[in-house]
């Protein structure tokens, strides 16, 4: 996605969720390491880290923007621009925000080894390789098995 167009979706996404105008600048700035988004309190533009667009739903970052517009909704109408605020809330409830970004590595991002449980089934997602001679189910001791390996995404 371009800016151009992220531009466009927030503009959208304030028309359509907030019923005003989005009448300042959204751009991805990759510099973004664990936030979604930030709000800029002095020129209120938007910058969105682009590890979170998905690039077919966009489930994730429409939630980052609608969260990011009830910051700059909220202090263009002269409230404040925090999280803890009953205005903060209720709107960001109201538009379907996300209360809080996703981290820049989702979980499933990390997880790259998938073990079942051979006897009851429990499965263990796994950043690391487990030493399968070492460790056996945590509920029932069966012995563990590797699944599948996951290929690490883009990310
Ligand atoms: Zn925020
Ligand atoms: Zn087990």
Redesign the pocket.
């Known amino acids: 996605m371009t800016n151009e167009q992220l531009q466009k979706m927030v503009e959208d996404i304030s028309i359509k969720y907030f019923a005003k105008p989005f009448r300042h600048r959204a751009y991805f700035n990759s510099r973004l390491k664990t936030t979604g988004g930030r709000y800029h309190l002095n020129d209120h533009n938007i910058d969105i880290n682009p590890k979170m667009d998905d690039g077919q739903t966009h489930e994730v970052l429409i939630g980052i923007i609608k969260h990011e517009l009830c910051h700059y909704h909220l202090h263009l109408a002269g409230y404040s621009a925090k999280h803890n605020t009953k205005q903060f809330k209720q709107l960001l409830k109201a538009v379907g925000g996300s209360r809080y970004a996703p981290r820049t590595q989702t979980r499933t991002a990390q997880i790259k080894y998938i073990y079942r449980?051979e006897?009851?089934g429990?499965e263990y997602h796994r950043r690391r390789r487990i030493n399968l001679v070492k460790y056996v189910?945590g509920?029932?001791h069966?012995r563990l098995h590797l699944v599948n390996e996951i290929q690490q995404q883009g990310a």
Do not use: V
């Open positions: 449980c006897r009851c429990l189910c509920r029932c069966g």
